[in-house]
């Protein structure tokens, strides 16, 4: 098999030089790592030949020149790792968008307040979906809203004792349970 070789003019060369120089000073070794791969295929290297220069499988290097070639410079950035399509179709998320929007309440639940559980049941009873209430805070995420952690407070507790505890009493108990331990 003949191998190809990309044509990069003399501009988009320095450009990815500048690129790859920046990617290193930032971090992004892995982009850098492609950039490299495309401008040493134009220095007449091939893959195979990338691939022990640059320490990485040939096929990974053939998919960079070959996303660099159909893509440009967009296809050796970082993608999106998004495995799975979504179960939900974009209307569906408006949808839900919109529902979370208005509140549980006007949908029959009690509570004013959503959480990822009644979430992710609604969208079972609606869309015959079934998501873990974990990954419901995902999609909420990617709604635009925003989600709390509840916050165990007592409401009727004096702070003044707490705090004498927290320095106090519970260090006392920490240390004989440690001397417990050690015995």
Known sequence: MKPRFLEIR?????????LKKTAE????YRIA?????????????TSGEIAEILKAPRSK?????KNYEVFGFDGILEGCRCGRPSSL????????????????VAYGYT????TSPMIAKF?????????????V??????????????KRVLAKADPIKQNKWRKYTYPRIKKKHEQKMQH
Do not use: A, C, M
């Open 61 to 65: 290097v053939s998919q960079w020149l």
């Open 111 to 114: 509570g004013g307040v959503w």
């Open 10 to 18: 003399p501009q988009t060369l320095k450009k990815l030089l500048n």
């Open 33 to 45: 790592k492609r950039i490299h791969s495309v401008i040493l295929n134009y220095e007449k290297k």
């Open 137 to 150: 805070l995902r999609i909420i995420d990617d709604l635009g809203f925003s989600h709390q952690r509840p």
């Open 89 to 104: 179709t974009v209307e569906e998320k408006i949808q839900l968008g919109d529902i979370i929007d208005s509140g549980p």
């Open 123 to 135: 969208i079972i009873d609606e869309f015959n979906v079934e998501y873990h209430p974990r990954h």
């Open 25 to 28: 000073i930032d971090g992004e």
